[in-house]
């Protein structure tokens, strides 16, 4: 995917946002680490001070290491989420919005598509898992998890994950801005809460992330 | 030849078709492209796989053009 020759008209409606790029995504990942720490360190030390204090207290820490344990798993959820179909789904016109998004990928992109629900796209910020209603970036060992979706809920659901291809084709960054930053974690964080289907599609996504993009070759 | 399709809720639609020869039909597939655009549509060029270009004006020798409708933050 290349760089887009005009940036995306509905950057207009964020104007407050500033662009998304190679720089600012590590950081918005170093952001949720600190955050994620920043929730359970205190929970797992109130534990452990209530058990040297009384080991009466052992329900109340055993309290304090749940709500350790399930602040992350709730953030991973909330991230695991975006690519989850939502809302009322116009299956009329499916058959032939199949059809069309297929026109728009390579032959191992459809397959995928069809198993697992999500088209995989390969960008200069990673590689993109695009689904019905959010999107998912693996990048240096982290995913990000994107809410973003289509002006129109009578679309069938390929049509859905066909706009959000499209837009992300056209300009990579404007659509990492315009998209809602939902979650940042490691892979497995937000494979345990993905459909089963998907899992595969990210599993291969971080394959391919750590993997330089394939190169044209050249005949001599 | 070129195409024009507006994705809807019926998949998509095909709105206009041209050849590079055909004056009258491009300028119906300008009148039909410039409706969409007010209507808010996006027009796309799909370039094969990886690759898409906005469009603000009809190109006479593409392909395929796509309306598309904006997207968002959900």
């Known amino acids: 995917m290349e760089a887009a020759s005009a940036p995306l008209p509905e950057l207009a409606s964020v104007p407050w946002r500033s662009l998304e790029d190679e720089a600012s995504l590590p950081r918005r990942a170093r952001l949720w680490t600190f955050f994620t720490t920043a929730h359970v360190v205190p929970f797992i030390a109130a534990a452990a001070g209530l058990m040297l204090l009384n080991p009466l207290a052992g329900p109340v820490a055993f309290v304090a290491l749940m709500h350790a344990w399930i602040i992350p798993e709730l953030y991973a959820c909330r991230g695991a989420n975006v690519v989850r179909p939502k809302g009322a789904r116009n299956e009329g016109g499916e058959e032939v919005a199949q059809g069309f998004l297929g026109d728009l990928l390579g032959h191992h992109a459809r397959d995928l598509q069809r198993e697992t629900g999500l088209v995989m796209e390969r960008g200069k910020l990673g590689v993109w898992l695009v689904g019905e209603a959010g999107a998912l970036l693996v990048s240096a060992r982290r995913v990000h998890c994107f809410c973003v979706r289509a002006g129109d809920d009578e679309l069938p659901p390929s049509d859905r994950i066909a706009h959000l291809l499209l837009a992300l084709r056209s300009d990579e960054t404007g659509f990492t801005t315009v998209a809602n930053h939902a979650f940042a974690g490691a892979p497995w964080r937000v494979r345990r809460r993905l459909e089963a289907r998907m899992r595969p599609a990210l599993a291969e996504a971080t394959r391919r992330s750590v993997r330089p993009p394939p190169q044209p070759s050249i005949s001599v | ?74």
Do not use: C, N
């Open chain 2, 1 to 74: 030849m070129g195409r024009l399709i507006r994705m809807d809720a019926s998949g998509h639609s095909t709105l206009a078709d041209w050849t590079a020869l055909d004056e009258k039909a491009y300028d119906a597939a300008v009148e039909a492209f410039r409706r969409e655009l007010d209507e808010g549509y996006i027009g796309v060029v799909s370039e094969g796989e990886g690759h898409a270009t906005q469009v603000r004006e009809l190109p006479r020798d593409a392909d395929l053009v796509i309306m598309r409708r904006p997207i968002a933050g959900g």
